[in-house]
């Protein structure tokens, strides 16, 4: 878990302004992914990325993009940030712990859209 | 697409008792089944997963069983504890490709000593 750092940790932003949030990570995976979390909804995936400058849409991917210009860093914008836009948005590596290649989030960025 | 249901919503069961968590899928394709445990305030944490090709797996006093036929799989905890209290959240997707995880809607456990 050490190895994937979320930025901001929180931030406030009001309704029409763009923001940027930064998922980094250290151990060079090659697949990551945005998450956002709001109750009654479990996790829903919003973009992943398999590689640099790849990436692809989830389910939830209207007024969202993304960039990977390189291999550490996966970034989420919100080019023009509304209230419905409030969440909590976990990044996620996929990695092999021992014989597990599964997901492992990062410590997640609380986004409110005033 | 895969849409996967979880229930209960809430669980509240007495110290040392068991706990089961049962979640539903509807994509046939999918072979890779994770659970997650996420405490207040915390990233969600793997607990323990299975692939299709099992029907059950135990890490201690979790275990997952899968039932491919009925499209349902199921977290088990004996002996609850009370830092066992948390929201766990089951998951599918194809290990083929990019991995992409449909989560259930959670399950927040309490343990009541």
């Known amino acids: 878990d050490a190895g994937i750092t979320q930025s901001p940790r929180h931030k406030v932003t009001e309704t029409g302004t763009p923001v940027t949030l930064r998922c980094h990570q250290t151990?060079?995976?090659?697949?990551m992914y945005w998450y956002r979390q709001d109750p009654g909804h479990g996790l829903r995936l919003i973009h992943y990325?398999?590689?640099?400058?790849?990436?692809d849409k989830g389910e939830v991917s209207d007024g969202y993009s993304v960039s990977r210009s390189k291999t550490e860093d996966f970034l989420l914008t919100l080019e023009s940030a509304t209230s419905s836009q409030t969440s909590v948005y976990f990044c996620?590596?996929?990695?092999?712990?021992?014989?597990?290649?599964?997901?492992?989030f990062g410590p997640g960025t609380r986004l409110t859209v005033l | 697409g895969e849409n996967v249901e979880q229930h209960p919503s809430t669980l509240s069961v007495q110290e040392g008792d068991s706990a089961v968590i049962k979640c539903t899928y509807s994509d046939s394709a999918s072979n890779y089944f994770p659970w997650y445990k996420q405490e207040l305030g915390k990233r969600p944490q793997l607990i323990i997963d299975i692939r299709s090709n099992v029907g059950e797996k135990k890490d201690q006093r979790i275990a997952v069983t899968l039932n491919k036929t009925a499209k349902h799989f199921s977290l088990h905890i004996t002996e609850t504890q009370p830092e066992d209290s948390a929201v766990y959240f089951c998951a599918a997707s194809s290990l083929q490709g990019a991995q992409k995880l449909v989560f259930g809607q959670g399950t927040r456990l309490t343990i009541n000593p």
């Open positions: 151990e060079n995976h090659r697949y």
């Open positions: 990325s398999y590689g640099v400058k790849d990436t």
């Open positions: 996620a590596i996929r990695g092999q712990r021992g014989a597990t290649d599964t997901q492992y």
